[in-house]
């Protein structure tokens, strides 16, 4: 694995990307106070070509069965990409620019391509996939580990979904829609206005993290952290809906998160305003 680091910065923000280690986010710093837990697999990583858990690791493609590798048995999870070594096609002081070609054991060929883009207040993330050949289903999203405290109380997570996916004992949605239960969660959401929710570490800092797609995982059964994670269909969507990628029509998708300084974080060089 490649050992590159791109940093951007701007204002008192400072976000890592990973090219060598799945094209992954490694760190935001705000006012030097790290917001992502640390470590090779934490940070905030894509998941593409698809998102989640596909039961047993196998979706349909016209008349053809494909089998994934279960790396979260029974089922397979979070893609390839993440696994992957990117490609680095552009950096400048503020925006990163990366790919990553499809490989086995995904059976069509593609690209990724996803652009980090950072201002004072706001780290700006867009990902498309696009077809080399035959057309195949897909999906794209984004999993980050968010620190539950940054050294006062823990985030507080607030979201108005229109639906929570009823989520069966083999953690995929049942393809029944509920009102939204109490957590801790590992469950989607549909929010067909975008995704829009607020995570806020009290008296310390406010970040909100919206898309334009409709779909949302919240998982915080981890002591550490809690995981926000927008996504263009449900976990087993390749199965129950899949968006198509065609030769002339890339799937794409955005992520933005902005933050509000409540005032100082611990650790932090300065008082953020």
């Given at each position: 694995m490649s050992n590159e680091e791109i940093t951007l910065t701007a204002g008192d923000a400072e976000v890592t990307v990973q090219p060598g280690n799945g094209g992954r986010i490694g760190g935001l710093r705000i006012g030097g106070t790290e917001l992502?837990?640390?470590?090779?697999?934490?940070?905030?990583?894509?998941?593409?070509?698809?998102?989640?858990?596909?039961?047993?690791?196998?979706?349909?493609d016209g008349g053809t069965v494909h089998q994934m590798p279960l790396n979260s048995p029974p089922h397979a999870i979070h893609g390839t990409v993440r696994d992957g070594a990117w490609r680095t096609a552009r950096r400048t002081p503020d925006e990163a620019v990366i790919t990553y070609d499809l490989v086995e054991p995904w059976p069509f060929p593609g690209r990724v391509t996803q652009a980090v883009e950072l201002t004072?207040?706001?780290?700006?993330?867009?990902?498309?996939?696009?077809?080399?050949?035959?057309?195949?289903?897909?999906?794209?999203?984004?999993?980050?580990?968010?620190?539950?405290?940054?050294?006062?109380?823990?985030?507080?997570?607030?979201?108005?979904?229109?639906?929570?996916?009823?989520?069966?004992?083999?953690?995929?949605?049942?393809?029944k829609r509920v009102d939204r239960t109490p957590g801790p969660w590992d469950d989607c959401f549909g929010m067909p206005g975008g995704v829009d929710v607020t995570?806020?570490?009290?008296?310390?800092?406010?970040?909100?993290?919206?898309?334009?797609?409709?779909?949302?995982?919240?998982?915080?059964?981890?002591?550490?952290?809690?995981?926000?994670?927008?996504?263009?269909?449900?976990?087993?969507?390749?199965?129950?809906?899949?968006?198509?990628?065609?030769?002339?029509?890339?799937?794409?998708?955005?992520?933005?998160?902005?933050?509000?300084?409540?005032?100082?974080?611990?650790?932090?060089?300065?008082?953020?305003?």
């Open positions: 992502l837990r640390q470590g090779e697999r934490f940070g905030c990583f894509p998941m593409v070509p698809w998102c989640g858990r596909i039961r047993d690791g196998r979706f349909l004072g207040d706001a780290l700006t993330v867009t990902m498309a996939v696009e077809a080399h050949g035959d057309s195949f289903p897909a999906q794209i999203g984004w999993h980050p580990w968010f620190h539950r405290n940054l050294g006062g109380e823990d985030v507080t997570v607030d979201f108005t979904p229109a639906w929570q996916e009823e989520r069966g004992d083999d953690h995929l949605p049942t393809g995570l806020t570490w009290p008296g310390q800092l406010e970040l909100k993290v919206t898309s334009p797609e409709e779909w949302v995982v919240v998982y915080d059964e981890q002591e550490a952290a809690v995981c926000v994670e927008p996504q263009t269909g449900p976990p087993n969507g390749l199965n129950t809906l899949p968006r198509l990628v065609t030769p002339i029509e890339p799937l794409e998708a955005t992520m933005t998160w902005t933050w509000t300084r409540l005032s100082g974080l611990p650790g932090g060089p300065r008082r953020l305003q």
